[in-house]
């Protein structure tokens, strides 16, 4: 056994000196962690894009949006009715970079982007948009 083998040394200052076999582990922990976090960013980005914001949510279900986000009784001249199906965070964040919402019209699209960028704290959807807009 050589002299950087043996058990933890104290130096001049009185401080202990790891050993070789020490820091080895030490490193062995370091990878392993690395390797536990990375898959973990992954997931993150997987599950914004899959998430989903309903326009409108539930709260204002049967009501139109107007071009401006703003929830409408049905019928209001210029509003749009409500999309049948929620949007993903992935056709949300294409759509904020120029892209229509499917099964949308230009002005459609439009008027639920205003919505979705009104969002706020406790309605459906919000944690949604807030993560693609941290991601961006």
Known sequence: ???SDNPAETGETGETI???RRMLALGA???SAALTIRPAFAQTAVSVMNCQIPVPG???AGKYIDTAGK???PGTK?????FARPFTGEEVKRAFR???LPGTTYNQSQAYLQYIRRLQAGQSGFTCFASIT???
Request: glycine share 20%.
């Open 78 to 82: 210029g509003a749009f009715p409500g």
């Open 71 to 73: 929830l409408v009784p």
């Open 1 to 3: 056994m050589d002299a």
């Open 58 to 60: 539930p709260t204002g």
């Open 29 to 31: 922990v370091g990878v």
């Open 18 to 20: 790891p050993t070789r």
């Open 134 to 136: 941290m991601s961006r």
């Open 98 to 100: 120029g892209q229509t």
